[in-house]
C-alpha cells in the first residue's frame, strides 16, 4: 500500500515559533542578568585663582537614588571647598526640574582689599594762575588780581589723610590671601612751617604769603605799606613779598625778592620784584622811572618808563616808554595802543593799536633776548669802566687808599665776569626754548605810517596804514599779511 504523504503546515507558522523562542531567549538572558542602578553624581569644578567653585550634577541611572543635600555637600568637602559656600544652592537645587547637566556656582572667595596710599589734601594752591580778566567794557581792574596767598599764624596749609590697612582677602577652599597696606603720606614742610602734635596736619609758625616750592609749603614775610613810599618811609628793600597801598613816588626805590603790589602809580622810582609786578594806577615815569620783575608786570598803562620784564607784560597802554620782554607783550584791553617808545619782545607783540596818525616813531622790536641783551651789555659797559679806573689808579704813586680802591675794583670786576659767564649759560638756554616754540609775530588791529618793525635782523618801515596786521618774518623778509 503507498502511505499517505503528511499535511503539509501552513507557511508562516514556521517563522513564529522560532520568533518566540527568541523572544523567550531573550527574557531568560534578561532575567539572568540584573538591572545597572547608578546614583546622581556632584561634580565640582574649581577655578584657577582658587576663587570660585561650580556644581554640576549628573543623573542617576536605573533605580539610582536622586540628588540631596547631603550629597553635594559632600562633593564640595571631598574638594577641600569650605568657605564662601552657596548655601541657598544647597537648599535648592535638589528640588529643581532643571537640577542635572547644568553648571552652578557654588562657592565663592572674598577678594582681597588693598590698603589705600594717604593723600595730601591741601588747603592753598601750589600754583597761583594768573589770569586778566576783562570786563564787558573792555576794562581790567589791575587792583584786583590777587598774586597773593596770605595766612595768619596758625593757619592750616594741608592735612595728611592716613593710609587705610588691607583686608586680607580668602580662597573657596579658606586659604587666607595677604593683602599690602597703604603707604603714609609726606607732609611737605617748609621754612615757617610746623606739624601738629598728631602729625597729621601742617601749620603757619607765623604770618606771611603761602608758596609751594615745589617740594614744600613755606611761609615768607610780607611787608604791608599803608601809604605812599616817600620820606615817611625811605626806601624799601625786603626779602618777602611788598604791598604798598598808595604810589611809589619820584626818588624812591623798592626792592622785593617775592611779588610787588602797588594800588597806586609809580613816578620817577626804582621798582624791582622777584616775582610779579602789579601796579594797578599805572607808570608815570618822566623817563626816570625804572620798573624790573623776574616774572610778568601787570599795570594800567606805562608812560615815559624803562621797563623789564623777564615773563609778560600786561597793560591797557603803553606811551613813549622803553620796554624789555623776555615773553610776550600784551595790550589788547582798554584802549590797547602803543605809541612811541622802543618795544623789544622776544615772543611777540598783540595789540589793538601800533603808532599813531601823527606819526610818532614807534620801534617794534622782536625775537632775541631782550632783558640777557641789556645785561649783558651793562656789565661789559660796568667791566670797561672798572677797567679803566683800574689803569688810571695803577699810574698813581702807591697810597693806602690806592690799595684799598684797586683790591674792591678788583673784587667787583671778578663778580661782574662771572656773572657775565653765568648770562652767557642762561642766554644759550634761552635761546634754545626760544627756536622750539617757533618765530614771533606782531599781531594787530591797526598799524600807523611811522613804525619801524625789526624781526631779527630784518627791518621794515610801515609807510601806509594797515589794518588786522599779522607781521611775521617769511624767507628772510617781513610780510605784514
Not at 582658587?50 to 568637602?77: C, H, N, S, T, Y
Not at 597696606?181 to 601742617?202: F, H, M, R, V, Y
Request: glycine share 10%.
Amino acid at each position: 500500500a503507498i502511505p499517505k504523504k503528511k499535511e503539509e503546515e501552513p507557511a508562516g507558522t514556521k517563522t513564529l515559533d522560532a520568533a518566540s523562542e527568541l523572544l523567550a531567549e531573550e527574557a531568560e538572558l534578561q532575567q539572568e542578568e540584573p538591572e545597572i542602578e547608578l546614583d546622581a553624581q556632584p561634580f565640582v569644578f574649581i577655578s584657577a585663582d582658587k576663587m570660585k567653585a561650580w556644581l554640576m550634577v549628573f543623573p542617576p541611572v536605573g533605580k539610582g537614588r536622586e540628588i540631596d543635600r547631603q550629597a553635594l555637600e559632600q562633593a564640595l568637602k571631598d574638594n577641600g571647598v569650605a568657605f564662601g559656600v552657596d548655601e541657598g544652592l544647597l537648599n535648592k537645587l535638589p528640588g529643581e526640574r532643571n537640577r542635572y547637566f547644568r553648571l552652578c556656582a557654588a562657592a565663592k572667595g572674598r577678594p582681597v582689599v588693598q590698603g589705600k596710599d594717604g593723600y595730601i589734601v591741601d588747603y592753598f594752591k601750589r600754583s597761583m594762575q594768573r589770569q586778566v580778566e576783562v570786563d564787558d567794557r573792555d576794562r581790567v581792574d589791575y587792583a584786583s588780581l590777587n598774586l597773593v596767598q596770605s595766612a595768619e599764624e596758625g593757619a592750616l596749609i594741608c592735612e595728611a589723610v592716613p593710609p587705610t590697612k588691607a583686608v586680607p582677602g580668602r580662597t573657596v577652599l579658606d586659604k587666607e590671601i595677604p593683602g599690602k597696606d597703604g603707604k603714609a603720606a609726606t607732609i611737605p614742610k617748609g621754612q615757617n612751617t610746623i606739624i601738629s602734635e598728631d602729625g597729621s596736619k601742617l601749620l603757619a609758625s607765623r604770618s606771611g604769603r603761602v608758596e609751594f616750592s615745589g617740594r614744600a609749603f613755606q611761609i615768607k614775610p610780607t611787608m604791608d605799606v599803608e601809604n605812599n613810599v616817600d620820606y615817611s618811609t625811605g626806601n624799601i628793600n625786603f626779602v618777602g613779598d611788598v604791598h604798598i597801598r598808595g604810589d611809589v613816588l619820584s626818588g624812591f626805590q623798592v626792592k622785593s625778592m617775592g611779588n610787588i603790589t602797588v594800588d597806586g602809580v609809580v613816578e620817577a622810582g626804582t621798582v624791582e620784584a622777584g616775582g610779579d609786578l602789579v601796579i594797578a594806577k599805572g607808570i608815570v615815569g618822566d623817563q626816570e622811572a625804572i620798573i624790573r620783575a623776574n616774572r610778568n608786570i601787570y599795570s594800567k598803562y606805562l608812560e615815559h618808563g624803562i621797563v623789564h620784564a623777564r615773563g609778560n607784560i600786561i597793560t591797557d597802554c603803553i606811551l613813549h616808554s622803553d620796554v624789555y620782554c623776555d615773553g610776550e607783550v600784551q595790550v589788547t584791553s582798554g584802549r590797547g595802543a602803543i605809541i612811541g617808545g622802543r618795544i623789544r619782545a622776544a615772543r611777540g607783540i598783540k595789540a589793538n593799536i601800533v603808532g599813531s596818525k601823527s606819526r610818532n616813531n614807534t620801534s617794534i622790536i622782536l625775537g632775541g633776548q631782550p632783558c640777557a641783551d641789556f645785561d649783558k651789555a651793562s656789565l661789559l659797559d660796568s667791566i670797561a669802566d672798572m677797567e679803566d679806573e683800574m689803569e688810571k689808579l695803577e699810574r698813581q704813586p702807591d697810597s693806602p687808599a690806592k690799595a684799598k680802591r684797586m683790591g674792591k675794583i678788583r673784587l667787583d670786576l671778578s663778580v661782574n665776569r662771572m656773572k657775565l659767564g653765568q648770562l652767557e649759560k642762561e642766554k644759550e638756554k634761552i635761546k634754545e626754548k626760544l627756536e622750539e616754540q617757533g618765530g614771533c609775530r606782531l599781531k594787530c588791529g591797526i598799524i600807523h605810517p611811522g613804525v619801524s618793525l625789526t624781526i631779527g635782523k630784518e627791518t621794515l618801515q610801515v609807510t601806509q596804514e594797515t589794518s588786522s596786521c599779522n607781521a611775521r618774518l617769511i624767507n628772510g623778509e617781513i610780510y605784514l599779511i
